[in-house]
């Protein structure tokens, strides 16, 4: 007899359901009028911004059941100013039974989640995306995937084999890649694609302004000081390669309709004296299957010039896109000058970010299909490829890459809060050793 709305929606808040019992979901969606609930899983800068923003969309209503950090200050301290908060207090009806810390808290804060109809929010540091995924889908529940979505290539397929799953289940999915659905860039990329500049020539991408943030504290392990931290490690951010570079690694490559296939890089640490590993400038040289040359450059130094880009050449002009361009623009040359602007989007600006969850609570009322995730997951394997060319200085090649099995951190399902860190520790000294180009070798 088959399940009717009213008993699943009795059984999907029973707390005993087993994971066996979740292995085929019920292709249910929350209609207009039904309430999604949600859980949080990070409650750090992007984590606060994404639960806001899911509390904040209008397609209909929404209750935050569930907050989730490693760090219990983190996870109490963003449920005081959820509850301080006027506006979004009466959708906030967790508990302080349902404020979870610790490196498990993901796990107990998704169980309070109904199949099928719930929304979990997965926006702790990079290394645990994939892990927290695969566990959110295999529950049953729809997510928002911040990027990226997996640090190196066994977290990447992992999180591929998560994307698959939740197909197979019917669940909805939206990956964090905002600039996909900021209004201006998404036409620019159609024009592009419509040969706004005739083929493409070349394109370049460009992250490069001041150094970042370092905050550590005597009284954190270096386990905690690194999870604090996590953009100034590679095993948890994947290098600014992958956290930082994968918008506008993504919008070129969804320009062209592709991804690199061979990449060769260098990188090094010349500036930065903070105690630990991040590299303060990357090169990367990606070549497209059809031989199109895409180059990456990273550099956070004070007193350099800085850029904020997506530069895309063709035979008949540039369009200057991407992340750190509000006002895309296409040029009738290759000199970024106004005279030369023969295109730009009439398009309002838009929150970026506001609007992935209103595409995604859309999708989950609705019944829509899902954005291009499979192409989001390998604009963030691009990423890791040049990682591995510019830590190594070797050239790669996709399958190369891809055929990898190295792990940052093979243990990441089993780390214990309070010990060491997997991956790297500091010296006597509090140093770390950061990747040499020619002597580092991870893949």
């Given at each position: ?22 292995s ?13 609930r ?13 639960c ?12 935050l059941?569930?907050i ?21 207090a ?17 796990k107990?804060?998704?169980d309070?989640?109904?199949?099928g ?38 977290t990447?397929?992992?999180?591929l084999?998560a ?8 669940l ?36 490069l ?13 270096p ?19 992958v ?6 690694i993504d ?9 690199p ?8 640490r ?12 990357i ?14 450059q ?13 530069v ?31 295109w730009?989007s ?6 970026s ?5 209103n595409?995604l ?22 990423g890791?490829?040049?990682?591995m ?9 996709w ?5 990898s ?9 089993g ?29």
């Amino acid at each position: 007899m088959p399940t009717s709305r009213r008993n699943f929606l009795k059984a999907g808040a029973a707390a005993a359901v087993t994971m066996s019992a979740l292995s085929s979901v019920p292709r249910v969606h929350a209609a207009g009028s039904d309430t999604i609930r949600i859980a949080l899983i990070g409650c750090g800068g992007r984590g606060r911004g994404a639960c806001f923003q899911a509390l904040s969309t209008k397609e209909g209503p929404v209750e935050l059941v569930a907050i989730a950090d490693a760090f219990e200050d983190q996870a109490k301290g963003f449920a005081q100013i959820l509850k301080a908060d006027e506006e979004k207090a009466p959708l906030c009806t967790f508990t302080d039974d349902t404020i979870f810390s610790g490196l498990d808290s993901y796990k107990k804060a998704i169980d309070c989640l109904r199949p099928g109809i719930d929304l979990a929010l997965l926006v702790a540091p990079p290394a645990f995306r994939a892990m927290h995924f695969e566990y959110a889908v295999k529950r049953g529940v729809h997510v928002f995937l911040e990027k990226p979505f997996g640090v190196d290539t066994p977290t990447i397929k992992r999180s591929l084999a998560a994307w698959k799953m939740a197909q197979e289940k019917g669940l909805k999915v939206i990956t964090g890649l905002n600039n996909r659905k900021y209004f201006r860039t998404e036409e620019t990329v159609k024009k592009i694609q419509d040969g706004a500049i005739g083929d493409i020539l070349s394109c370049y991408v460009y992250r490069l302004h001041g150094p970042c943030r370092w905050n550590p504290r005597d009284e954190w392990s270096p386990l905690q000081n690194q999870l604090r931290n996590y953009n100034s490690f590679t095993w948890i951010s994947g290098t600014p390669c992958v956290d930082w570079m994968v918008h506008n690694i993504d919008i070129c490559c969804w320009s062209k309709g592709m991804h690199p296939t061979w990449v060769q890089g260098t990188g090094g640490r010349q500036v930065r004296e903070e105690k630990d590993e991040l590299m303060d400038h990357i090169v990367c040289d990606y070549e497209f299957p059809d031989g199109v040359k895409l180059v990456m450059q990273v550099r956070h130094i004070s007193n350099t010039w800085s850029s904020f880009r997506s530069v895309i050449r063709g035979t008949k002009g540039m369009a200057v896109v991407g992340e750190g361009i509000g006002e895309p623009k296409i040029f009738k040359g290759y000199n970024v000058v106004n005279d030369d602007v023969i295109w730009k989007s009439e398009m309002p600006k838009n929150d970026s970010y506001q609007e992935e969850h209103n595409r995604l609570a859309k999708m989950i009322r609705e019944d829509l299909p899902c954005e291009d995730v499979d192409f989001c997951i390998k604009s963030n394997f691009t990423g890791i490829m040049g990682r591995m060319a510019m830590e190594s200085g070797q050239e790669l090649t996709w399958d190369t890459a891809w055929n990898s099995t190295y792990e940052l951190c093979p243990n990441i399902d089993g780390l214990q809060f309070d010990g060491d860190s997997p991956y790297i520790m500091p010296d006597a000294d509090g140093n770390y050793q950061t990747a040499k180009p020619g002597i580092t070798k991870r893949f």
